[in-house]
């Protein structure tokens, strides 16, 4: 009797070997992928509240081949299934069932991302999102005005409120998710910049050292002359000169400009017709970068009053401290006299 115990307990423990080795081995195999045409990855969404069959299921309909008994098997074997997390995900090729729950349990979302650009206007920063595919479109339909109050800032103009930068998202994402974080990403690098404002600067509010970093990011074609163009600006407002910068009036006429800047164009008051209108603009007229922000607070110590593009191909510009230098300039690099 003895015997036949020892036999069946070889058996057993031998058998149980055997089982926890295929299990071992299946754990640590690639799990095969049905993938689209054109595709690498395999899409994979779980739903908040779904159970562990539940997420089997969801793997396998997504294009895993993977038997959904043995799957769910191992979600509840591993202990861990209650901790399997809602969201986005991508299997790519190579995904054991190891690293599927660990993705699921780590909740390592797909992330997207999308680039709001320098210089760029409010209706171009909706364009680009509008465009992700992978973002929830609920600012689609809504008026600047609806946005910013869904935002928390009520009664604020959204030009230049968001800051440029390459934002990453999960799938399924709110367009105003990207929106707040732009926000509070341009709150912060403005109160940073204001910090370190020059003494004896004209800029009297952070307000205006965005407007004005607005104004340097749409004059800049040349990085390094974003400090001199800063200054310049600087000079006029200490003099009372007027600004005389013509991406504000283009901004003014909106819609209706037609990419050519006419001379009537320049005579037609807007509140943004610095031709016109002395001082700075009523918003910033696009997003400024890090760069324009601080050449508004720390602009170049410089005695220019005027500048205009060198058209080299560079993006530079000349920069002059009168106005018969700045004739001179204008007549060379702009008529070829």
Same mark, same amino acid.
């Given at each position: 009797?003895?015997?036949?115990?020892?036999?069946?307990?070889?058996?057993?423990?031998?058998?149980?070997?055997?089982?926890?080795?295929?299990?071992?081995?299946?754990?640590?195999?690639?799990?095969?992928?049905?993938? #689209?045409?054109?595709? #690498?990855?395999?899409?994979?969404?779980?739903?908040?509240?779904?159970?562990?069959?539940?997420?089997?299921?969801?793997?396998?309909?997504?294009?895993?081949?993977?038997?959904?008994?043995?799957?769910?098997?191992?979600?509840?074997?591993?202990?861990?299934?209650?901790?399997?997390?809602?969201?986005?995900?991508?299997?790519?090729?190579?995904?054991?069932?190891?690293?599927? &729950?660990?993705?699921?349990?780590?909740?390592?979302?797909? &992330?997207?991302?999308?680039?709001?650009?320098? +210089?760029?206007?409010?209706?171009?920063?909706?364009? @680009?999102?509008?465009?992700?595919?992978?973002?929830?479109?609920?600012?689609?339909?809504?008026?600047?005005?609806?946005?910013?109050?869904?935002?928390?800032?009520?009664?604020?103009?959204?030009?230049?409120?968001?800051?440029?930068?390459?934002?990453?998202?999960?799938?399924?994402?709110?367009?105003?998710?990207?929106?707040?974080?732009?926000?509070?990403?341009?709150?912060?690098?403005?109160?940073?910049?204001?910090?370190?404002?020059?003494?004896?600067?004209?800029?009297?509010?952070?307000? #205006?050292?965005?407007?004005? @970093?607005?104004?340097?990011?749409?004059?800049? +074609?040349?990085?390094?002359?974003?400090?001199?163009?800063?200054?310049?600006?600087?000079?006029?407002?200490?003099?009372?000169?007027?600004?005389?910068?013509?991406?504000?009036?283009?901004?003014? &006429?909106?819609?209706?400009?037609?990419?050519?800047?006419?001379?009537?164009?320049?005579?037609?008051?807007?509140?943004?017709?610095?031709?016109?209108?002395?001082?700075?603009?009523?918003?910033?007229?696009?997003?400024?970068?890090?760069?324009?922000?601080?050449?508004?607070?720390?602009?170049?110590?410089?005695?220019? &009053?005027?500048?205009?593009?060198?058209?080299?191909?560079?993006?530079?510009?000349?920069?002059?401290?009168?106005?018969?230098?700045?004739?001179?300039?204008?007549?060379?690099?702009?008529?070829?006299?």
């Amino acid at each position: 009797m003895r015997r036949v115990f020892t036999s069946l307990l070889k058996w057993v423990l031998a058998g149980a070997l055997l089982l926890g080795g295929a299990a071992w081995w299946w754990l640590h195999q690639p799990i095969p992928l049905r993938l #689209q045409p054109g595709s #690498q990855v395999v899409d994979l969404e779980i739903e908040l509240g779904t159970p562990a069959s539940g997420v089997a299921n969801a793997v396998v309909a997504s294009g895993a081949e993977v038997p959904v008994l043995l799957l769910q098997a191992w979600f509840r074997f591993s202990g861990q299934a209650r901790l399997i997390k809602a969201g986005s995900y991508e299997l790519v090729p190579g995904t054991t069932p190891r690293k599927l &729950l660990s993705m699921l349990v780590r909740g390592e979302e797909t &992330l997207k991302s999308v680039t709001l650009v320098e +210089g760029w206007t409010f209706t171009q920063v909706r364009a @680009a999102l509008q465009k992700e595919e992978q973002l929830a479109p609920d600012t689609q339909g809504l008026s600047p005005e609806i946005i910013m109050e869904k935002l928390g800032r009520p009664g604020m103009h959204p030009e230049g409120r968001f800051f440029p930068d390459t934002y990453t998202y999960a799938k399924g994402s709110s367009d105003l998710a990207v929106l707040k974080r732009a926000a509070r990403a341009m709150d912060k690098r403005l109160e940073a910049a204001w910090a370190l404002r020059s003494p004896g600067t004209p800029l009297k509010t952070p307000e #205006q050292a965005l407007i004005l @970093a607005s104004i340097i990011e749409k004059e800049t +074609g040349k990085p390094s002359d974003r400090p001199q163009i800063g200054g310049v600006f600087t000079n006029r407002l200490r003099m009372g000169m007027l600004l005389q910068t013509d991406p504000s009036v283009i901004y003014g &006429l909106g819609p209706q400009f037609d990419g050519h800047l006419r001379k009537r164009d320049l005579a037609e008051d807007t509140p943004y017709n610095t031709y016109t209108r002395v001082g700075l603009p009523p918003t910033p007229i696009a997003m400024p970068g890090k760069a324009a922000l601080l050449a508004a607070v720390q602009p170049a110590p410089t005695q220019a &009053l005027y500048f205009v593009a060198r058209n080299d191909g560079s993006g530079s510009s000349q920069f002059s401290t009168s106005l018969d230098e700045h004739n001179h300039a204008v007549n060379q690099y702009i008529r070829g006299q």
